[in-house]
């Protein structure tokens, strides 16, 4: 039997991290476990020359920063307003 390397190890976490960000009800953690696990795909396909993989993950990624800023300064109005 054939041992499973350090890179399959980042995929099986990446796929792990996104299918329990789809779990959240809370949206801050949907957003931060899917990014985590959208930037261990980018890893992972990099590695295996997946480019597909590592473009529409590191996508993803990026929508998920841009609504985490969104929620955060959101936040952060409101303390300022309050």
Known sequence: MEAVNTIEIIGYFASVMVAISLMMKNIIWLRWLNFVGCTLFVIY??????????????????????????IYRAKALEQAVA
Not at 52 to 62: E, H, Q, R, Y
């Open 45 to 70: 396909g990099v590695f295996i020359s997946a480019w597909p993989v590592a473009g529409m993950n590191a996508f993803v990624a990026c929508i998920n920063i841009y609504h985490l800023t969104k």
